[in-house]
């Protein structure tokens, strides 16, 4: 038994191998905590055909294309993740004696997120400002409800959207959530200790209650609840449940149907057992596509202080036993020059 957390992040395009990854987590899940989160952009476009739903791209004028999440599409993605690729995973997981609960960002408001203001992007070939694009980025974390969930046994399940500050649903990216889950499971956790006052109110009769805070602290910390508060800009964090001693080490593993990080995509051969990035760079890597949402994310783990950060194949026999025993690609944050580190 291990109690180092493991966060997998699972893309919708590796639903033909669903049934070896969950069988892979649920032995991984027996011997410490997993977390598992899952895209569906494959399982999205289908169901969107399905109801006739076009699915349409932006550009902004920086060159970064992202989906056009109008409200139909949003639509869509609920139905998806919630109602389709969800469901399949828990099932599978359920098969192989793991004890999987399905969830959303924005379940217990696990992750918040801010959606884009009306912004100017390329849309069908022409320039227009965007109003009602329902997709954002990651505001917050709270690992609260994933902690009480990882002590009690079970396998937490979480997907998109996340929860806008107007409690309406917002399409963050899979893999961001990962990295940011990874981030604030890893954090060290404390209770603030209850004001004096509130000690000798709730010291037990007889006590003296100059020695009864730690009692009055532990009463504090179960029965009270504040409210969320908004983390400051660029942190990604979260109120907490039970108290943890210290940090609990954190490992990110970004499965896909590729071998690894690859220096060629066209070569499956150019597999890179290792990558460097850093704040300007994504490495030697000729990143493209999906590849480049998912390196960015693994930075960001490194930067939220996660231990470990692989991508691997999730198209193999035992993906997670593999990737934790050396397959795929290490991603490792290169060293600041002039930092004064060796």
Do not use: F
Request: charged share 20%; aromatic share 0%.
């Amino acid at each position: 038994m291990t109690d180092e957390i493991t966060v997998v992040k699972c893309g919708g395009g590796l639903s033909a191998y669903r049934e070896t990854i969950c069988q892979d987590l649920a032995a991984a899940a027996a011997e410490g905590p997993v977390v598992l989160v899952h895209g569906g952009a494959a399982q999205l476009d289908e169901l969107a055909a399905q109801l006739g739903v076009a699915q349409r791209r932006i550009s902004t004028p920086s060159g970064s294309s992202s989906r056009y999440t109008d409200p139909a599409t949003l639509d869509v993605l609920l139905m998806a993740m919630a109602g389709r690729v969800k469901p399949a995973l828990v099932a599978a997981l359920s098969r192989h004696g793991a004890r999987p609960v399905g969830l959303t960002g924005m379940d217990a408001g696990v992750v918040t997120a801010r959606r884009v203001g009306a912004h100017k992007a390329v849309l069908d070939g022409r320039t227009r400002m965007i109003r009602d694009d329902h997709s954002g980025r990651i505001h917050a974390v709270d690992p609260g409800p994933l902690r009480l969930l990882l002590d009690a046994g079970l396998l937490p399940v979480l997907s998109p959207p996340a929860l806008g500050a107007d409690g309406e649903p917002v399409n963050v990216d899979a893999d961001r959530i990962a990295a940011a889950v990874a981030g604030a499971l890893g954090r060290v956790r404390k209770v603030p200790p209850a004001p004096r006052r509130l000690a000798r109110t709730l010291a037990a009769p007889g006590d003296d209650p100059s020695t009864s805070s730690t009692r009055a602290d532990a009463r504090h910390a179960e029965s009270t609840h504040p409210t969320p508060q908004g983390p400051p800009s660029g942190r990604t964090t979260g109120l907490c449940g039970h108290d943890l001693a210290g940090q609990r080490a954190v490992r990110l593993v970004l499965l896909t149907s590729a071998p690894g990080v690859l220096r060629d995509p066209e070569d499956p051969g150019s597999l890179l057992p290792h990558l460097m990035v850093s704040r300007d760079s994504l490495g030697e890597a000729d990143s493209r596509g999906g590849m480049t949402a998912k390196l960015q994310a693994a930075r960001q783990a490194l930067d939220d202080g996660v231990a470990e950060v692989v991508v691997a194949d999730g198209r193999l026999a035992h993906p997670l036993r593999e990737a934790l025993a050396g397959a795929g690609t290490r991603i490792e944050k290169a060293a600041i020059v002039g930092s004064g580190s060796v």
